[in-house]
Nanobody, 124 residues
Framework: QVQLVESGGGLVQAGDSLTLSCEAS????????MGWFRQAPGKEREFVAA????????YYADIAKGRFTISRENTKNTVTLEMNNLKPADTAVYYC?????????????????WGQGTQVTVSS
């Protein structure tokens, strides 16, 4: 049974930092591209960041560049999203996804598995 479990969300103030984690089980984690997406109420799921199976390639949406950092630890089956200088516009449910082919890491339709999400709320 495949499980992706996100943690680390919460309520913070603008300018604060948060680190999200996603732990995977039931998959050969080291062979998957891992991504973070977010979805705000009434909006489509939006790409945030992704990292290749080896960690050698990282991809960021414009909204994440310079503020967010994605990393992974294959020995622990975890992928992490460090978020700095958070803004109210970052408020959303953040989802972790696993993509086996990794050819289009910014497309949510390419992902094979998803977690349940973790809420991030940034107050002004």
């Amino acid at each position: 049974q495949v499980q992706l479990v996100e943690s680390g969300g919460g309520l913070v103030q603008a300018g604060d930092s948060l680190t999200l984690s996603c732990e995977a089980s039931g998959i050969a984690f080291e062979t998957y591209t891992m991504g973070w997406f977010r979805q705000a109420p009434g909006k489509e799921r939006e790409f945030v960041a992704a990292i290749s199976w080896s960690g050698g390639s990282k991809y960021y949406a414009d909204i994440a560049k310079g503020r967010f950092t994605i990393s992974r630890e294959n020995t622990k089956n975890t992928v992490t999203l460090e978020m700095n200088n958070l803004k109210p516009a970052d408020t959303a449910v953040y989802y972790c996804g696993a993509d086996q082919d990794g050819e289009i890491p910014h497309s949510p339709y390419r992902y094979d598995y998803w977690g349940q999400g973790t809420q991030v709320t940034v107050s002004s």
